[in-house]
């Protein structure tokens, strides 16, 4: 492990609920380095995937994680960085697609294996930001971003992954985090949803000055 100043905020949550916008206002309140989710590939193992699923699962899988990988090494080594997911919930996805049949149980082995020896490598941000929605809103959210291959993705996918989401953060233990239900918040049109955004990432971070090692949940409804 190098002496990097680390990873200071990793803004997650299910697809379309707002991470990058988040990310976006938090670089510029807090002065912090913008780093955008890789979720592509010259390969196209995305696209590939929600047309065949369990064909391409472990390949597009395995690709997001490497890549997650060296996108957070790169954002500890820069320090002061804010990032729209990370490697820290990928293995969400795979947990999923397990579930699903998508991925086998030797392939699910073998994934955990390459995710076990990354995470060796890496420390956990300071805080991590949960951005909760219920399906119906990101669904909604999706369809207005207007992405071809996630608008034609069936609703019981979506539901499912936020239900995953949903069981990784009862239990998160690796630093602080933050639960912010956001349905009915608009931080990007509107200045007092912003400015509440704000407020709470402030705050969560003071609390981490004042006490570093103390790993609660804030949850705000």
């Known amino acids: 492990m190098d002496n990097s100043s680390g ?99 030797e392939e699910y082995d073998v994934y955990n294996n390459l995710l076990s020896a990354l995470l060796e490598h890496v420390k956990p ?3 991590l930001v949960y951005l909760r929605v219920s399906t119906d809103e990101a669904i909604r959210r999706i369809h207005r971003r207007g992405r071809p291959d996630e608008i034609e993705v069936e609703r019981e996918y979506w539901d499912r992954l936020n239900h995953f989401y949903e069981m990784n953060y009862e239990d998160f233990k690796l630093g602080k985090l933050l639960v912010i239900q956001v349905d009915d918040l608009d931080y990007v049109h509107r200045p007092e949803d912003r400015q509440f955004m704000i407020d709470q990432i402030r705050q969560a971070r003071q609390s981490i000055a004042e006490k570093p090692t103390d790993l609660t949940v804030a949850e705000l409804r």
């Not at 990058?20 to 995937?49: A, G, Q, Y």
């Not at 390949?59 to 997911?85: C, E, H, S, W």
């Open 7 to 105: 990873v200071e905020i990793v803004v997650d949550g299910v697809t379309g609920v707002g991470k990058t916008s988040l990310v976006k206002i938090i670089s510029e309140e807090f002065n912090l380095v913008p780093f955008n989710e890789m979720f592509d590939d010259e390969n196209r193992l995305l696209h590939k995937f929600f047309y065949d699923r369990p064909k391409w699962a472990f390949p597009m899988q395995t690709n997001f994680l490497t890549n997650r990988f060296k996108q957070y090494r790169k954002a500890m080594q820069i320090g002061q960085a804010v990032m729209d997911r990370s490697i820290y919930s990928d293995r969400i996805f795979a947990r999923m697609y397990l579930e699903y049949g998508y991925l086998s149980k």
């Open 125 to 127: 941000p300071k805080l």
